[in-house]
């Protein structure tokens, strides 16, 4: 039976979430989740991109997926800052991708909303027990960066297996 690892990212600047699924057939498990966060928060943009750029490196070097799942930039953004700095967060990501040879796949919320809960609008809490009911956790994960990066990664494998 072949085996596929997805590696699901969350980007931020402060935090970065990932979650790592590996589907078998048609069971996904849980293989890891966590943050990615730069050691000064307060520190210039650059030097935050590189540890994200360095951290993200060193888990697809380490966890070999066949895809990056990644949520998607969308125009609608209550504050565009924030939205411009997730792109930057986001960029490098893809480039780290991009030079290991793993392909990106982008989902938007409402997508990965969808997916998990069968309605685009759910909140995010309904979305952070679907993660755990599908994982067959105990509790939702956390931080909720995690939660939505492991939501991001079980999207991709079922779209996927489609």
């Known amino acids: ?22 589907v078998r057939g048609p069971a996904i498990e849980l293989v890891e989740g966590g943050t990615i966060r730069p050691a000064d928060r307060r520190a210039p943009i650059e030097q935050r991109l590189a540890a ?16 990056v799942a990644i949520e998607d ?11 411009i700095l997730m792109g930057h967060a986001r960029g490098v990501i893809a480039l780290a991708a991009g ?34 009911e599908v994982l067959g956790l105990t509790r939702v994960p956390e931080p909720a960066d995690v939660a939505d990066a492991l939501a991001i990664a079980l999207t991709c494998a079922n779209v996927r297996r489609e």
Request: some cysteine; hydrophobic content about 40%; glycine content about 8%.
């Open 99 to 132: 030079l290991a040879n793993i392909p990106v796949e982008a989902f938007t919320a409402s997508q990965v909303k969808r997916a998990l809960t069968g309605e685009g609008r759910a909140s995010k809490a309904q979305v952070q027990r679907a993660v755990a």
């Open 52 to 67: 994200i750029f360095c951290d993200v490196t060193d888990l697809l070097r380490e966890v070999q997926p066949v895809v």
């Open 73 to 83: 930039l969308y125009t609608r953004y209550e504050r565009p800052r924030t939205a």
């Open 1 to 22: 039976m072949t085996e596929r690892r997805i590696v699901g990212i969350d980007p931020g600047l402060a935090t970065t979430g990932y979650g790592v699924v590996v």
